[in-house]
């Protein structure tokens, strides 16, 4: 089983900063992406920011030049700067990959950490 827990949301004022974090353990072979969706309340979950095994990323046009992902092993980061009150979702790490043993693919999801930017 592979578990992917986020932490670092919180309440913010427009123009402000916050860093989300996401790690992924248990029966992890190897990580093929991680990433950040987020959904806010009466709309569709949809992509933040992803980022594979091989570094490339890929970011929604919303974010683009303020948002930022990066990788350490199983943890991912998630700075956003400039946020906007427009970025006030639920926020949820995803983690897809292999497990150990080769015993089959995962595909989790954290619970969502709540970041809310005040305008």
């Known amino acids: 089983q592979v578990q992917v827990q986020e932490s670092g949301g919180g309440l913010v004022q427009a123009g402000g900063s916050l860093r989300l974090s996401c790690a992924a353990s248990g029966s992890i072979f190897s990580i093929n992406s991680m990433g950040w969706y987020r959904q806010a309340p009466g709309k569709q979950r949809e992509l933040v920011a992803v980022?594979?095994?091989?570094?490339s990323t890929t970011y929604a046009d919303a974010v683009k030049g303020r948002f930022s992902i990066s990788r350490d092993k199983n943890t991912v980061y998630l700075q956003m700067n400039s946020l906007k009150a427009e970025d006030t979702a639920v926020y949820y790490c995803?983690?897809?990959?292999?497990?150990?043993?080769?015993?089959?693919?995962?595909?989790?999801w954290g619970q969502g950490t709540q970041v809310t930017v005040s305008s």
């Open positions: 995803n983690a897809v990959g292999l497990r150990v043993m080769l015993t089959g693919r995962f595909d989790s």
């Open positions: 980022i594979k095994s091989g570094g």
